[in-house]
């Protein structure tokens, strides 16, 4: 119990910093973005909205199955390396999408009030597959069962990035290859730590 708790803070303060710094990002005043258009076959659906912000939420809840401490603190060095990679993009090339009208039914709430918070910018790369990668690299290497749940999971959240309108196919593969190297990075990092 002791250990949840104490990985709920330190899940608390990381995600929290990084949040913080995206809103930063995401608001900034009078800069002139890059547009990107979605390719035209992607269609809008903005009732997954639900599962892209599930996204935002279900991998930390993830990471406390992570079995070993080591593996968690991997975990949270993962993310930040990534979210720095991502976010140094995001400021220093800052880009932006127009999204499309939103439907005014029911099915269109949440999305409706996802955007009159999140600005379409922050495009290139992808920073919502950061810690979903993340978590389903280290839960696999922990435990390759866990691939046929986890991979309809991974699966749905990219699905929704993409139909929700955030972010373009090659957005969502550009922030898996840097998560992806971030993981294998802190993981040989830990290896080296580990035998001294």
Request: aromatic fraction near 14%.
């Amino acid at each position: 119990m002791i250990q949840i708790i104490y990985r709920t803070i330190l899940l608390t303060a990381v995600g929290g910093a990084l949040m913080a710094v995206y809103l930063m990002i995401n608001h900034r005043e009078n800069l002139v973005h890059d547009p990107v258009t979605m390719p035209e076959w992607i269609p809008f659906w903005p009732l997954l909205a639900i599962p892209y912000l599930g996204m935002l939420v279900v991998p930390g809840c993830l990471s406390l199955f992570i079995r070993e401490q080591r593996d968690f603190y991997q975990y949270l060095v993962s993310i930040t390396i990534a979210f720095l990679v991502v976010g140094g993009i995001w400021y220093f090339y800052p880009t932006e999408m127009i999204r499309p009208p939103i439907p005014g039914n029911w099915q269109s709430h949440v999305y409706r009030e996802m955007v009159s918070v999140d600005n379409p910018v922050c495009i290139v790369p992808c920073g919502h597959v950061i810690t979903p990668i993340s978590v389903f690299c280290i839960l696999l290497r922990q435990n390759s069962r866990w691939f046929f749940w986890l991979l309809p999971l991974l699966s749905l959240g990219i699905i929704s990035i993409v139909v929700t309108w955030q972010h373009r196919p090659i957005d969502v593969i550009y922030g898996t290859l840097i998560s992806l190297f971030a993981v294998v990075l802190t993981r040989r990092l830990f290896e080296k730590a580990a035998q001294g």
